[in-house]
Nanobody, 124 residues
Framework: QVQLVESGGGLAQPGGSLNLSCVAS?????????VAWHRQAPGKQRELVVF???????TYADFAKGRFTTSRDDTKNTVWLQMNSLKPEDTAVYYC?????????????????WGQGTQVTVSS
């Protein structure tokens, strides 16, 4: 019913930039509420990078403040994560997570969805 597809990952040099996108494919009657970016580095737990609310206000993890910026376009069901001044420790799989509501018959249901992740590698 709802798929989240991340893209934009890849290899970047330290100090470089990448722009990730997360597209939610759902019916026209669906609505995307809060969206979060998480990341998981090898051997580490998944951690929250940023959380963007329906009104566009975002809360960043301390390591992301000043370097990462998230934005959304609800007409395109798309959220972006612009990552600048990348560091080797930013290397991880980045996941998009969204709270999506959609009609199922006469009921409006909200569920949590995850994308498959996109690999970000920062290395010289």
């Amino acid at each position: 019913q709802v798929q989240l597809v991340e893209s934009g990952g890849g290899l970047a040099q330290p100090g470089g930039s990448l722009n990730l996108s997360c597209v939610a494919s759902a019916s026209a009657s669906s609505r995307v509420y809060a969206v979060a970016w998480h990341r998981q580095a090898p051997g580490k737990q998944r951690e929250l990078v940023v959380f963007i609310r329906s009104d566009g206000n975002a809360t960043y993890a301390d390591f992301a403040k000043g370097r990462f910026t998230t934005s959304r376009d609800d007409t395109k069901n798309t959220v972006w994560l612009q990552m600048n001044s990348l560091k080797p420790e930013d290397t991880a799989v980045y996941y998009c997570n969204a709270d999506v509501g959609l009609w199922s018959g006469s009921r409006f249901l909200r569920n949590d969805y995850w994308g498959q992740g996109t690999q970000v590698t920062v290395s010289s």
